[in-house]
Nanobody, 123 residues
Framework: QVQLVESGGGLVQAGGSLRLSCAASGRTFSSYNMAWFRQAPGKEREIVACISSSGGSTYYADSVKGRFTISRDNAKNTMYLQMNSLKPEDTAVYYC????????????????WGQGTQVTVSS
């Protein structure tokens, strides 16, 4: 079982920034496609961004494009999400996910999940 642990969430005013981290166990991190999802109360879990195993390919949801940046450091077994120009609608629990074989925008394509970290943006 792969363990994923998110950190970096918290409270921030609209327009502010946060940097989320996802630390992964094991020695095969560099082979996983990775993603960030988020879920607000009463809403379905939605893709935020995903990144290929090498970090060479990324995808962003339209709602965060231009404001968020996904990255990874395979030497540290860690993935990041830099969130700038935060809006109240970004408030959600943010989850880290890993795909052994493949990973796309559909959460069903991911095999491992972290516990989530709360991000709250006040207006």
């Amino acid at each position: 079982q792969v363990q994923l642990v998110e950190s970096g969430g918290g409270l921030v005013q609209a327009g502010g920034s946060l940097r989320l981290s996802c630390a992964a166990s094991g020695r095969t991190f560099s082979s996983y496609n990775m993603a960030w999802f988020r879920q607000a109360p009463g809403k379905e879990r939605e893709i935020v961004a995903c990144i290929s195993s090498s970090g060479g390919s990324t995808y962003y949801a339209d709602s965060v494009k231009g404001r968020f940046t996904i990255s990874r450091d395979n030497a540290k077994n860690t993935m990041y999400l830099q969130m700038n120009s935060l809006k109240p609608e970004d408030t959600a629990v943010y989850y880290c996910a890993a795909a052994i074989i493949r990973g796309y925008g559909d959460q069903a394509t991911y095999d491992y999940w972290g516990q989530g970290t709360q991000v709250t943006v006040s207006s």
